[in-house]
């Protein structure tokens, strides 16, 4: 001890920063080291001791990774989901209209306007803050929407079927970029459009789905376009192509010429069209990893424009809440940050299921889309194994030598390591009516992995 | 000097063993450097001593860099090339039928059956064997022909123009794998193949390339693919896709839809249907810097199963010949190298214009079919800018950041780096009738390039 004080010394000091200006103050060299004590407390002690957990976590993983995810049907959300006039469906954990933000609110204008419910959006407005429609989150019925997420019983969807599990997922059909209902457009040219969605994309689509002997294995193509460069969130492209390749020869056979080469157009014109598939396939995969007690695995992110919610394999249904961030990234044309709403969407199901920002290394080329460079991309896959309780094979990343996606987010990793998920998103304008803004990348709150350890410290036996 | 000889001392030799084996005979530590003298000899010496070499390399790579492909139209060979009754063009350099290899010989077999120029393979072989049809290489006539590359009068021509240089291009169209023509088999299966692609495929694909108001931009397919997991020589699957995307709802408005079904049915079944484009986009852009004095650059590698031929910028058609390799990789069913014939096609026209294999670093997804790993493909394209004059960014390979695709292949720089250049390929089975038994690597002959240099070296001022 006395050597040691007899010689000069340098320290190094974490936590809080008393300690290291003290130090520094007597000219004593000291580096101050990046480490906060785990998040959580005693709940993440609790659920960290629970027996079950890590058999648990381990079994829903296998249950994601068994999941499959075939194409089994097109048709409108009154029969899929039994959706009833005055019902709709949005985004993200439940909200009024009350807190509901610019785009749920145009996007919800828009519902109105295309079931004609309502002559004008003032009309609509006037309806919908008297919550003269009944709204429920997309995840309730077991299904997913992009952005805003609302669904109308007359709005055709994809049905989804995993085989291992007998579960069903659905989707509505994607309506491109731009001035659209679930960015929170409602301007005539979107209700035209959904008009002929409804009237003509959707039957054709339902005609060359049933046409097909085998299902289209969306699953599978979902592992070929991660070799392609999408990442099946802010990139599709690869995904739709195969998917207009798979379906396209039924459809010419069956439909009207006209109509098929617009809807061809339409498809081949919308890079992000294979989303509104690659979403129910990850909702199958994470519904397969449900109601596991003592499981901390996540089972689903998703956010309404005011709450970013998750929920959790050993927490059912019950939905933890924190507010949605900003995502930062590159904004259209002459859209700044100032424009951009909170985060919005049902499509972080994509990193819930380990592609989207979790496997950002499969697409380099959107890294520079969303204002980043390659590096980075294989740093966040990286960084995302650190809070994923495993790997899956079949969507393996080219660049990492096929290692598999980072998958199963844990609550207690997150919350241990101060690593929160990264999704890559679209960016709503937050003045409802706008449409995109931009697209870039966002996190969700702290506060909502937190309340998740708590939730599930709450049913530690 | 004294100090010297007192201490212990160990040595770095280089060139012959002698020197080695003396000093380990000795006891001394001896490290053998990988070393050979540059190849060429005196003629390397006088081309790189030659004062017009690095300007015009420069001007080539200039050139290539500003070359374009647009798909301007598609028809058959007699009306694009003016192929007359009973000549045939091939891969490669020029070649007899005496001299011709198994693969050769089948698909010209085929041609005849084809071209209903014999009622039977024996009686196609005794015309061939009096040469009986006047054979001519594809290069000849701006024309690019994968494997066997045998083209004949009443087969479909994509035809690419250059805007930049007014050159066009053409190449048939693809059969797609197994028993088809360019790898030499002649059954009826392939015959009735090839009719049905002369009455049904190639009228409409130009049904569909003349209705199209734009032409297809090929270049841009491209360098949009070398970001989808092809590198647009074993691999053409999203170039596939994106060029189906483009072509088929014009198809569609204009053909019967039985017949566009079945077409779309045939080329999204055929990963490799665009390297029918690819190929003479990659001709039209060596094509550009063609007859430039003084250039070392090589615009031609091709082999026609018998001989690699190469040619290069400063020495005009001339052909610089060496003995086709067989080329290594994964064997299909139950072939094995056994069963191999030495390399053939023209597709190495890709390599020329820096994809394929110079690109293996954007097609991860391929090195496994043929037998590497993820490293090997970056190495190897790392390895290949050591050959070539620059970089093309119009072709950004993605895990390189974007670097532009090695591009130029100065014959100077393979032999003073010894460095053969990189071709991926499908090898045909070698006897005639077989078809394709495999996918592999290759590389050409050395004396290819020692006697580029000597030709070369004949013409310096």
Not at 225 to 246: K, S, V
């Amino acid at each position: 001890m006395n050597t040691l004080l007899n010689q000069s010394f340098s320290a190094a000091t974490a936590g809080v920063s008393l300690l290291n200006d003290a130090l520094r103050l007597q000219g004593i060299p000291a580096q101050a080291v990046a480490w906060t004590p785990p998040l959580g407390g005693k709940d993440l002690h609790d659920v960290m001791a629970d027996s079950r957990r890590s058999a648990a976590n381990e079994l829903a993983l296998a249950k994601m990774l068994s999941s499959g995810a075939l194409l089994v049907d097109v048709k409108p959300a009154s029969e899929a989901l039994n959706l009833g006039r005055g019902e709709f469906l949005h985004a993200g954990p439940p909200i009024e209209w009350a807190r509901a933000s610019g785009p749920m609110r145009g996007a919800l204008i828009a519902a109105m306007l295309f079931e004609k419910m309502a002559g004008s959006a003032h009309e609509a407005e006037q309806i919908l803050e008297k919550n003269g429609v009944a709204l429920e989150p997309c995840h309730h019925r077991g299904a997913v929407g992009p952005m805003a997420g609302v669904v109308t019983p007359s709005m055709w969807m994809f049905e989804l079927l995993d085989p291992s599990t007998g579960n069903k997922s659905w989707c509505s059909l994607n309506e491109g970029l731009g001035k659209v209902l679930r960015y929170g457009a409602y301007s005539p040219e979107v209700i035209e459009r959904l008009d002929w969605m409804r009237d003509v994309l959707g039957p054709l689509l339902q005609l060359g789905v049933r046409a097909r002997e085998e299902h289209i294995d969306v699953r599978a193509i979902i592992s070929q376009m991660i070799q392609m460069g999408d990442e099946g969130h802010n990139r599709n492209r690869a995904g739709t192509l195969m998917f207009l390749r798979d379906l396209l020869p039924f459809m010419i056979e069956g439909g009207s010429s006209t109509d098929v080469a617009r809807a061809a157009r339409f498809v081949g014109g919308n890079d992000h069209f294979f989303l509104n598939l690659v979403m129910p396939a990850c909702k199958l995969q994470t519904r397969a990893a449900e109601n596991i007690p003592g499981s901390s695995i996540v089972t689903v992110m998703a956010r309404n424009g005011t709450d970013f919610g998750i929920q959790t394999s050993g927490t059912g249904d019950e939905w933890f809440i924190g507010p949605a961030q900003t995502p930062h990234g590159l904004y259209l044309g002459n859209y700044t940050a100032e424009d951009a709403n909170p985060d919005i969407g049902d499509s972080a199901i994509t990193e819930t299921a380990g592609i989207g920002g979790f496997s950002m290394a499969a697409a380099p080329a959107i890294v520079r889309f969303i204002g980043g460079s390659v590096p980075d991309a294989l740093a966040t896959t990286r960084r995302m194994y650190e809070i994923c309780e495993g790997e899956n094979p079949t969507f393996g990343i080219p660049v990492l030598e096929f290692r598999g996606a980072p998958t199963g987010i844990d609550v207690t990793r997150v919350l241990r390591t101060g690593i929160l998920p990264q999704i890559n998103t679209g960016m709503a304008g937050k003045i409802a009516g706008t449409g995109q803004v931009g697209a870039g990348l966002v996190t969700p709150p702290m506060e909502a992995f937190t309340a998740a350890i708590a939730g599930l410290a709450r049913r530690v036996i």
